[in-house]
């Protein structure tokens, strides 16, 4: 029986990348029947709204959606629409994986770092206003010990799930002692639970320089939702950018998946960009609807075209001006070529 999906586009490059992931996974030969929404500042004319309800209907009733990038004004405009989908369906844990993958410019090897962050609250709650337009703005950070519990009760849970050796929560505690003191105080009370898996905490800004100097130290990271955006990117620096890195927005029962990166707008329609995100993030979406093998395959057909370094996007090029890059469609096709 083929799998009901909802596929969201999304806006920029999102299409481009979504519909080469669309064909990586119809050619594992696991069965889908995508149900196709839009959504992104393209709908606003005909909507009225970047988010329209049918979306979030979709999702509730498919439990599983495939997303592409969906663009943000910055410093005015709508808010974004990626916050409001992880936000309305409480999708509370977002798992960014980052792993090397031979081939990849730069390549340092024995990066394998799993971040989860926190996705519903922390600033993204996105309360704040001018205090004196123009002068002063305030913006309210919320941290509960529900969302705290929660997140951090699944980083442990993944960890054991994923035969993974380490938690580390990550925080700014020592200045933001009532919020971040709350996050840590429950993230070292839910490890008492799990005595087969290590914990420790860092401060977010130690945090950073440790994972550039030494990541093969750490293993799963833990973080309230800012800080887990942040060193999540800073994770995906570490093995190839954000054209390589996946993730998966999960719930109770709903998991959304889309790509790290966001909608890269300047590349639009170019045939350009990186589509191993997408499409990795498609593999994360098989290994959540237990087609186990089919994600394998997918994961090792992208290892191997990026190993050999030729049908692949400028980004895991030696030079982003290589006359040899190939666009977005073509990787995919390679990756295609290679599924064994
Ligand atoms: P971005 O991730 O879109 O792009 C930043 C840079 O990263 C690009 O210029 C490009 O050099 C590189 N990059 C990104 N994706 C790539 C890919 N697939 N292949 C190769 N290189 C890639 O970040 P931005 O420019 O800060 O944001 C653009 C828009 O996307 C904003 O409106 C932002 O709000 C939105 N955004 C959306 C999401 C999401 O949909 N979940 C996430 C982040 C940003």
């Avoid at 996705?119 to 969302?147: C, F, K, M, Q």
């Avoid at 849970?157 to 990550?170: C, I, K, L, S, W």
């Avoid at 050999?308 to 990756?335: H, S």
Wanted: net charge negative.
């Amino acid at each position: 029986m083929a799998y009901r999906i909802t596929l969201i586009p999304g806006d920029g490059t999102g299409p481009e990348v979504v519909e080469a992931a669309r064909r990586v996974l119809e050619a594992t030969g696991v069965e889908f029947d995508w149900d196709v929404e839009e959504a992104g500042s393209d709908v606003m004319d005909k909507y009225g709204t970047p988010l329209p309800e049918a979306v979030l209907d979709s999702i509730r009733a498919n439990k599983v959606a495939l997303k592409g990038p969906i663009t943000t004004p910055i410093g005015h405009g709508f808010r974004s629409v990626n916050v409001a989908i992880r936000k309305i369906l409480d999708l509370y844990a977002n798992i960014r994986p980052a792993r090397s993958l031979a081939g990849v410019p730069n390549y340092r090897p024995g990066v394998d770092l799993v971040t989860v962050r926190e996705n519903t609250e922390g600033l993204y709650a996105g309360i704040e206003h001018d205090v004196i337009p123009n002068e002063a703005a305030e913006s309210i950070r919320i941290i509960t010990r529900r969302g705290s519990e929660r997140v951090v009760r699944f980083a442990f849970e993944y960890a054991r799930a994923n035969g993974r050796r380490q938690v580390t929560a990550v925080h700014k505690a020592n200045i933001l002692k009532a919020t971040d003191g709350l996050f840590l105080r429950v993230a070292w009370e839910v490890a008492e639970e799990y005595s087969d898996i290590d914990f420790n905490d860092r401060i977010v800004d130690n945090m950073c320089m440790q994972l550039v100097q030494r990541p093969e130290e750490y293993d799963v990271l833990v973080a309230p939702n800012l800080y887990g955006d942040i060193v999540s990117d800073l994770c995906s620096g570490l093995v190839g950018g954000l054209g390589v890195a996946p993730g998966a927005n999960i719930g109770a029962e709903i998991a959304v998946f889309e790509p790290v990166h966001g909608s890269a707008p300047k590349y639009t329609g170019l045939n350009k960009v990186n589509p191993m995100a997408t499409i990795l993030s498609g593999a994360l979406m098989l290994r959540h609807l237990e087609e186990t093998a089919a994600a394998d395959r997918v994961n090792r057909a992208v290892a191997a075209v990026v190993a050999a370094g030729e049908q692949v996007t400028y980004d895991l090029k030696p030079t982003r001006d290589d006359p040899t890059a190939v666009g977005t469609r073509e990787m995919a096709n390679a990756i295609i070529a290679a599924l064994d």
